[in-house]
């Protein structure tokens, strides 16, 4: 059965009387090379275990089965079970569980599924829930790798050079913990229904330790999301609103410590400056 073809598509969601739901970002391909390239790019082999995110019908389900030791999709819309059921029949290592990711315990449920095969991700992401799948990924440290198909600005923000104003504290924060890079476009034409943008699969693997060295991770991060808290504003204002109690002075000066000018806005800093410009506020905490 080709799982992409546009009739075969339509001739299985009549069957079992499937309605796309737009709340659920669902969006199936409809051209065969990407999931195969997808599941390529993913790196999976018979020792992996790979944790899928809403599989829909399952094509790119059915290229991971073909690599990987064992897939384990999880899908959020209880009426594509039975159309799963049918479609991953002739895969024994695919294995379906009905749930909201966003609720599960990941890590308990890679030790049960995957014993002894190394867990990565692999997903057609759906878009409305792209940034806390992906923290809740990178938060799992089981998970060696990730490889999603998402929102093609989103994939180029995530992966945008440190110090650019393409990227954010989130992509700050994935580049943290992960090698980030975007590896190729998909058009919305690729997909039934088609969605209003674009799609690029963006590909995330996990450093053997943080980019760069921190005493205090906490408040690390607390400067970093700090200093994006009012983009528009210096990185002086904006640390001023997120760091009560702290005079603007104190902040100033640690920023001027860091070899920074006292009008740089956040978006230009560098995992390494915000790493110096931490440690910086902490041995100036200002009154």
Do not use: W
Not at 209 to 227: C, I, N, Q
Not at 230 to 249: E, Y
Request: some cysteine.
């Amino acid at each position: 059965m080709n799982l992409c073809d546009r009739d075969t598509i339509r001739a299985l969601l009549e069957r079992h009387g499937f309605r796309f739901s737009k709340s659920l970002g669902q969006n199936f391909l409809t051209d065969p090379q990407i999931p195969a390239d997808i599941a390529a790019a993913s790196g999976a082999d018979e020792n992996c275990g790979v944790l899928e995110i809403g599989p829909g019908i399952g094509p790119l389900t059915a290229e991971l089965a073909r690599r990987a030791g064992k897939v384990v999709s999880v899908e959020l819309d209880r009426t594509l079970l039975p159309v799963l059921a049918e479609t991953m029949a002739p895969f024994p290592n695919v294995e379906i569980v009905q749930g909201d990711v966003l609720r599960l315990d990941l890590g308990a449920l890679a030790v049960e599924k995957f014993r002894g095969l190394t867990p990565i991700v692999c997903a057609n992401l759906p878009y409305n829930i792209t940034s806390p799948a992906l923290q809740k990924f990178v938060e799992t440290s089981c998970f060696r790798s990730v490889t999603v198909l998402i929102q093609k600005e989103v994939a180029q923000r995530l992966s945008a050079p440190q110090g650019s104003p393409e990227g954010g504290a989130f992509s700050l924060f994935l580049q943290y913990h992960m090698e980030t890079e975007a590896l190729f476009e998909v058009p919305r034409d690729k997909f039934l229904p088609a969605p209003k943008v674009d799609s690029a699969v963006l590909r995330c693997v996990r450093r053997d330790r943080p980019a760069v060295e921190v005493s205090d991770e906490a408040f690390f991060f607390k400067v970093l999301r700090g200093a994006f808290l009012l983009r528009r504003k210096t990185l002086v204002n904006s640390l001023s609103a997120a760091l009560p109690g702290r005079d603007k002075a104190s902040i100033q000066a640690a920023i001027e410590a860091c070899g920074l000018h006292s009008s740089v806005r956040g978006e230009r800093l560098t995992l390494r400056d915000f790493a110096a410009l931490a440690e910086a506020l902490r041995e100036k905490p200002g009154i």
